[in-house]
């Protein structure tokens, strides 16, 4: 059994204390008394703590599109429109993707599934394009990553990330064989934006998910607002971006409560930045994603210092309609994904998998709200220790700027909620 000190996140907010944990599970989680701290019950009188700093659960990046990474580079100096760089099937992104071999590809996915890995997140969910072919390519990234990082072999660390896909149809045509087998092989679909679409294929294609029970996930309002009664007729379990959504458009979507998934980074290269504080306003549950991997590395400390900013340049605007604070962002990231997306509780308990990461801090944190404030600037490079899920062993072989980086890890089979 190990344990780890000092300020641990909690849906209320952060409060002193230790926890115990055995590979399996989260033993115990210890409540210091105020002015003093106390170690767990279930700690030796002597035993030293692997890691003191403040403690959350693992990032989710709840939004990627990890295959598109090699383009990186050459899109930087992009001055086109988003239409032109992302839409199917004609876009700079797609003929890339329809051109690329397999093995550049799965080099692209591998790289994007690295740079989540080093910065804290180990759960993800990407919107695979590419039909079948295009699944079969994901699978193959992730198995072949891990082959490649086997400790038995190398002395690099091995860990795991549990890889959500969201598939897609090669052509925006509802086809029944080739959704059963798109269902099949994913947690369901991640589609283009309604407009993309036929009306009457797109409400085919939502009621055979539907039926499946799978998740259906859709890019919505990005570039232009789009009719938001029809998408919601679709039944989705969770829309992307909602940029050019109105105010009455938000409204009907906490109505049915509907998460919504923002990335602002995405957005501020074409120019736009979601409106944070209205969404939040209506009472929307939101989740933070990097999106494309050529527009944003899938690091979710980026993602969250850049909504942290423009929600100060939304509070010094005229048109505010509240406060957003680090805790409303930070939930974003670690907690509202997995109330959205995987049926489980809020922050961490005992008796869970542990899953959490431990961040070093130099500034002073007098109460529970100054370590929200303290992650708002935070970079992986305060990761002191990271404890994935349970293992076998502990690995102590990568240092980080002379700093301990120890990582548990067993890959999960917890399920995305489906409806
Ligand atoms: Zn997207």
Redesign the pocket.
Same mark, same amino acid.
């Given at each position: 059994m190990s344990y780890v000190e000092g300020w641990i996140f909690h849906e209320d907010g952060f409060f002193r204390g230790g926890i115990s944990f055995s590979n399996e599970k989260i033993i115990e989680i210890f409540k210091s008394k105020p002015g003093k701290f106390a170690r767990p019950k279930s700690i030796k009188k002597n035993e030293k703590p692997l890691a003191k700093g403040i403690i959350i659960p693992t990032f989710v990046n709840s @939004?990627? @599109?990890s295959a598109d990474r090699a383009l990186r580079a050459h899109v930087a100096s992009y001055t086109g429109t988003l239409k032109q760089l #992302?839409a199917p099937p004609l876009g700079i992104k797609h003929r890339y993707l329809a051109n690329a071999s397999k093995d550049e590809l799965i080099s692209s996915i591998q790289t994007s599934i690295s740079e989540m890995l080093n910065s804290g997140t180990y759960t993800f969910l990407d919107?695979r394009e590419g039909g079948l072919e295009g699944l079969e390519i994901f699978k193959n990234a992730i198995e072949k990553y891990f082959e490649k990082n086997d400790t038995k072999k190398s002395n690099i660390v091995q860990f795991k990330i549990n890889a959500y896909p969201l598939s897609r149809p090669i052509e925006n045509k509802y086809k029944k064989e080739e959704l059963d087998l798109l269902l099949e092989h994913s947690i369901g679909l991640?589609l283009?934006s309604f407009v993309d679409w036929n009306e009457d294929e797109i409400r085919k294609v939502a009621s055979h998910v539907k039926q499946k029970g799978k998740v259906l996930g859709i @890019?919505a309002s990005?570039r232009i607002r789009e009719n938001i009664d029809k998408i919601l007729d679709l039944s989705p379990t969770f829309l #992307? @971006?909602m940029l050019e959504a109105t105010d009455d458009d938000l409204e009907k979507v906490a109505e049915f409560n509907i998460p919504i998934v923002i990335?602002p980074r995405?957005n501020a290269f074409f120019g736009k930045i979601p409106n944070v504080p209205l969404m939040l306003k209506k009472g929307i549950l939101l989740s933070l994603?990097t999106?494309?991997s050529m527009l944003s590395k899938p690091d979710m400390f980026r993602e969250i210092e850049f909504t942290f900013r423009i929600c100060r340049i939304h509070h010094f605007s005229k048109n505010a309609k509240m406060d957003v604070k680090p805790m409303d962002i930070l939930k974003m990231a670690v907690q509202n994904p997995r109330i959205a997306f995987m049926n489980m509780k809020k922050g961490l308990h005992e008796e869970d998998t542990p899953d959490f990461i431990i961040l070093r801090t130099d500034s002073i944190i007098n109460k529970g709200e100054d370590c929200a404030g303290a992650l708002m600037h935070a970079s992986k490079d305060d990761i002191i220790l990271a404890v994935n899920r349970s293992c076998d062993r502990a690995y102590r072989t990568h240092t980080n700027r002379n700093r301990r980086l120890g990582i548990f890890q067993k890959s999960s089979s917890r399920r995305l909620g489906n409806r």
């Open positions: @939004h990627t @599109h #992302v919107f991640g283009s @890019h990005e #992307v @971006h990335c995405a994603g999106d494309n």
